[in-house]
């Protein structure tokens, strides 16, 4: 199976604030990976698809880039409602895995 | 617009049965893989299995902790997806979602754009 290292597991930033997460795969899984967002109480929104292709609808400042075994997720100016955990998901290959969640909360 | 409805949760006894369904609407469900994921209380995302299209012989695919316990099939004729869960156990207990998986004839496969709201199974006894 492959394992899906997401870091780090919470992070504490403010509106404005630049922030990064990111995901490791244990093996290569070229592009096949998601980023999903999770509101409390919601179901997950898929914010990037292909690793690095925005999802219509979601805001720029959402940006995703990676392959093979490195993905990040950036939000370039953080706002109020951005505030949730994040999770990586890769496609690649069965079982489908997904990284353990970043929670971004407020400073 | 597409619409995934999840229905069938609810509080089972460790070892029992429970079906779940998702009706879908708004988009050629025959052409779709469909996936389950699942939640548990606190906790992060899980894929549960996938089942592909008729085109591609409705097979399916399992997380090993829920091979041999659970069943996914589909009715394209009423665009509706099911999970059978048999032999339930505790570990179980989550928020199960019904997910738009990639298209059939996708060569570059682009999943899990739409989600539905859940519903929630509990085991105990």
């Known amino acids: 199976d492959i394992q899906m290292t997401q870091f780090p597991s919470s992070l504490s930033a403010s509106v404005g604030d630049r922030v990064t997460m990111t995901c490791r795969a244990s093996q290569d899984i070229r592009d096949e990976l998601g980023w999903f967002q999770q509101i409390p109480g919601k179901a997950p929104k898929r914010l990037v698809y292909s690793a690095s292709t925005l999802q219509s609808g979601v805001p720029s400042r959402f940006s995703g880039s990676g392959s093979g075994t490195e993905f990040t997720l950036t939000i370039s100016s953080l706002q109020p409602e951005d505030f949730a955990t994040y999770y990586c998901l890769q496609h690649n290959s069965v079982p489908y895995t997904v990284g353990q969640g970043t929670k971004l909360e407020m400073k | 617009e597409v619409q995934l409805v999840e229905s069938g949760g609810g509080l089972v006894q460790p070892g029992r049965s429970l079906r779940l369904s998702c009706a879908a609407s708004?988009?050629?469900?025959?052409?779709?893989?469909m996936s389950w994921f699942r939640q548990a209380p606190g906790k992060g995302l899980e894929w549960v299995g996938f089942?592909?299209?008729?085109?591609?012989?409705?097979?399916?695919e399992f997380a090993a902790s829920v091979k041999g316990r659970f069943i996914i099939s589909r009715d394209d004729s009423k665009s509706i997806l099911y999970l059978q869960m048999n032999s339930l156990k505790t570990e179980d207990t989550a928020i199960y979602y019904c997910?738009?998986?990639?298209?059939?004839?996708?060569?570059?496969?682009?999943?899990?754009?739409?989600w539905g709201q859940g519903t929630l199974v509990s085991v105990s006894s």
């Open positions: 708004g988009f050629p469900f025959e052409d779709y893989y």
């Open positions: 089942i592909r299209s008729n085109a591609y012989g409705e097979t399916t």
């Open positions: 997910v738009r998986d990639s298209k059939d004839t996708s060569i570059i496969p682009r999943p899990f754009d739409y």
